[in-house]
Nanobody, 121 residues
Framework: QVRLVESGGGLVQPGGSLRLSCAASGSIRRINAMGWYRQPPGKQRELVATITSGGSTNYADSVKDRFTIYRANSNNTVYLQMNSLKPEDTAVYYC???????????????WGQGTQVTVSS
């Protein structure tokens, strides 16, 4: 089994910062791309940021220059540093990863359970 567990969500005032973490565990051979998505209230899930195994990153225009995605391969964790938060960043944030299991050795896509981020004064 493979699991993704997020942490770090919460309530923050506009202009504040939060850091989300997502740890992958289980029978893992290799973690390929990882990313963060979010689902605002009443809206569809959307891409926030992704990072490849080589460290290349991609961001939604709405979060560029405010959010930073990075990963620590040593502990199978991906992070999302969120600065200058705005009320429109309020959403459930989901971790996503393409992971090759030990057996069978094929790549599969996994989602975390989600963590709530609320930006409000």
């Amino acid at each position: 089994q493979v699991r993704l567990v997020e942490s770090g969500g919460g309530l923050v005032q506009p202009g504040g910062s939060l850091r989300l973490s997502c740890a992958a565990s289980g029978s893992i051979r290799r973690i390929n791309a990882m990313g963060w998505y979010r689902q605002p209230p009443g809206k569809q899930r959307e891409l926030v940021a992704t990072i490849t195994s080589g460290g290349s990153t991609n961001y939604a225009d709405s979060v560029k220059d405010r959010f930073t995605i990075y990963r620590a391969n040593s502990n199978n964790t991906v992070y999302l540093q969120m600065n200058s938060l705005k009320p429109e960043d309020t959403a459930v944030y989901y971790c996503n990863a393409d992971i090759t299991r030990r057996w069978p050795p094929r790549s599969e896509n996994y989602w975390g359970q989600g963590t709530q981020v609320t930006v409000s004064s």
